[in-house]
């Protein structure tokens, strides 16, 4: 196929000639470079599900592809480093397509001055992470970049899985009826890297909840729970997750704050920053949409396993009324029972936090 | 499975506790950072077959997988930018395990402050690249560092190809009796690249050579050529990929200086900076390794396409003879007609090349 002309740039996006940090940030900014650059440049099907992965086809082989750049700062936290975030994050990824996790590949930017021990240290890690889950890491790269042009050191994983189910699980899924399922309490990631960062002292350490999900998922799948829609908390938190799956599906999701765990430490730490705790990053919780009646069972399943013994039911989905926006909506009622709606994260809140 | 205890660190790797250029450079310093740091962690047969992608199986279904981060400086230079190195480049790596590319993955690491249109132009290079090719990006990442962190943009791409042949191209396959097929003349890339940086001016430009190759060596396999391996000549350029190739098959190749295109502002360049074409980058030429009896229809099938019109038989494979290392041994003839050893490139010659 000849390649057509280029496009003129329908560019500056959201007023800036240039890339903010927040076009990273997990909100609307990165959102509207995704819509305006990235899906029109690269128009495909697969592309335009709006899910953590894509999942193609070979021969009636169903396979779940994903990538993440993980680039946070500190490289170590408590709870985890970059190596085993940028494991269980990919592992992550293929789980909320329903897929078993296989086979991962790994390309390293290194920055020229790195401690050995530093990429040695992060390796192990990430060796270890991939035991855990039982992935196999079977090709990479690396690259080494001058003193100053990086940052110690950023990681690309690449995951393949396979899907050994017949359900489509996809934001598009979710549907009036369907039961809104929160597999833990949230904001620790976010917090254990922010604590580190500004150097706060609490009680006790906060420490991330990176961990591969992939258990619990495929749990859910073995029991024959129709799942229609998976997603994990990361960038953005649980709130913009769900925004973002209420406007591809096009309904109203009602949330309960009561319902939603937070820790004391997180939610301590969250006020001294003046953050929410509903934008926070998390790298090892997820939520699930699966239809009302299976409420129970899946909560069974999910709380068996330790990686989900806080697992509640947060939400539903119902259909838009009339007068609203045929976008989506997300609501929450809050403690003293007041319903306020949910937007998505805006501008800026913790930059590289995977 | 339970992660074991982490190994002691059994750095520093080439009396270095720090990353160095050359680490990343394709060359000995490269190899032993694979050997002594990522190999044994990750230990498994795809990853000790030094492919340039692994080569997996599901349900019968062969898979090739490949990964490649892109950090080339500068962004332009003639003949294209990072975001066609990043589509051809992964590209030409599935085609080296003998697929048929059909999917791909982008993950950005974009700096703060990259201009907006610059991006915008990459991507555009992208998806003309993947048009040429038929392949498709399917999912994606973008994170954004501070000012500072980065330079300016990093793409890693992911690529997947479907193996439609049952032949077992890799560097082990290669065996006493082989020809050395080179698909083009050498060193346009890292030569275009470095005129750029320098400020070199030619009579006529450089420009880069970086194509997909993938048609050519979908039009061997589609003649029934019996290739044992393909190579392309990337980092390190045609010395490195020979020697590696020679060390994993524990042969002798010879090869005929006189027999290996190089063009007049390549050799012009070179002469000036001080460089051997031997070791410069390439982006669109590799190395075929088919049986003697194979050579002429191979050549006549590589000179059939526009990327290979000049392809040639530089050399072949010998048995190593008592008294040699037994890691393999590179040789070449030199136009005056003496012999000598070629070496892995030791150092860094051209950093940031791709």
Not at 16 to 43: N, T
Not at 106 to 112: G, K, N, T
Not at 225 to 235: F, M, V
Not at 286 to 298: I, K, L, M, Q, Y
Request: charged share 20%; glycine share 10%.
């Amino acid at each position: 196929m000849a390649p057509d002309a280029v496009p003129a740039c329908p560019l500056p996006l959201a007023d800036s000639p240039h890339v903010l940090l927040a076009h990273g940030g997990g909100g609307s900014l990165m959102h509207q470079l995704l819509e305006r650059l990235f899906v029109p440049a690269f128009r495909n099907p697969l592309l335009e599900t709006r899910h953590d992965g894509a999942v193609i086809e070979y021969a009636g082989l169903r396979l779940a592809f994903t990538t993440d750049a993980y680039v946070v700062q500190p490289l170590f936290f408590p709870g985890g480093d970059i190596g085993t975030l940028a494991i269980n994050g990919t592992v992550n990824d293929l789980a909320m397509c329903g897929a078993r996790p296989v086979h991962l590949s790994a390309a390293f930017i290194l920055e020229e001055g790195l401690p050995m021990d530093t990429l040695w240290r992060v390796v192990q890690s990430m060796r270890q992470a991939a035991e855990v889950v039982g992935v196999q890491l079977v090709t990479g790269d690396t690259k080494v970049v001058e003193r100053g042009k990086g940052d110690g050191l950023f990681i690309t994983t690449t995951g393949l899985g396979v899907i050994e189910h017949r359900l489509v699980i996809a934001p598009a899924r979710v549907q009036p009826g369907d039961a809104v399922l929160l597999s833990g309490d949230i904001g620790r990631h976010g917090m254990a890297i922010m604590a580190v960062r500004e150097g706060l002292a609490f009680e006790s350490t906060i420490e991330s909840d990176c961990a591969a999900v992939s258990p619990l998922v495929l749990a859910l799948l073995n029991a024959g729970i129709e799942i229609h829609c998976l997603r994990d908390l990361t960038r953005g938190g649980l709130a913009s997750a769900l925004v973002e799956i209420a406007t591809v599906a096009r309904v109203h999701i009602t949330t309960d704050a009561n319902a939603i765990p937070v820790c004391e430490e997180v939610r301590g730490a969250c006020e001294l920053l003046g953050l929410e705790p509903l934008y926070v990053a998390n790298e090892g919780r997820f939520v699930s949409f699966v239809p009302a009646t299976e409420v129970e069972r899946a909560l069974a399943i999910l709380r068996a396993h330790p990686l989900g013994i806080d697992a509640c039911h947060i939400g539903s989905v119902v259909a838009l009324q009339d007068g609203h926006l045929p976008s989506g909506l997300v609501t929450m009622r809050s403690p003293i029972g007041v319903s306020r709606v949910v937007d998505m994260l805006s501008g800026e809140q913790l930059p590289r936090i995977c």
